[in-house]
Nanobody, 116 residues
């Protein structure tokens, strides 16, 4: 079972920056995709950004131009650099990964709170 562990959440003022990291462990294969979902309070989770093994990235419309996702395949990590944060970016950020046979894995999440 692949384990994902996030770090880097916290409280920040609007306009500030945060850097989230996620490390995968126990995987005996290279993960095809790694990325981040956001679950705002009382809402369903939504994709923020993801990066494929070949380096291809996709972003939500909200994240484009403000967030950058990157990955270190050797270290089994994915990072989300967030800038120009807004109160609507508040929520639990969940790291996810997809294995080569389609298995999906999730981290427990890290809270990000952006104050006005």
């Amino acid at each position: 079972q692949v384990l994902l562990e996030e770090s880097g959440g916290g409280l920040v003022q609007a306009g500030g920056s945060l850097r989230l990291s996620c490390t995968a462990s126990r995987n005996k294969f290279t993960l095809d995709v790694m990325g981040w979902f956001l679950q705002p309070p009382g809402q369903q989770r939504e994709l923020v950004a993801q990066i494929y093994r070949n380096g291809l990235t996709t972003y939500s419309d909200s994240a484009k131009g403000r967030f950058t996702v990157s990955r270190d395949i050797v270290k089994n990590t994915v990072t989300l650099q967030m800038a120009s944060l807004k109160p609507e970016d508040t929520g639990v950020y969940l790291c996810f990964a997809v294995g080569p046979t389609g298995g999906q894995y999730w981290g427990p999440g890290t809270q990000v709170t952006v104050s006005p």
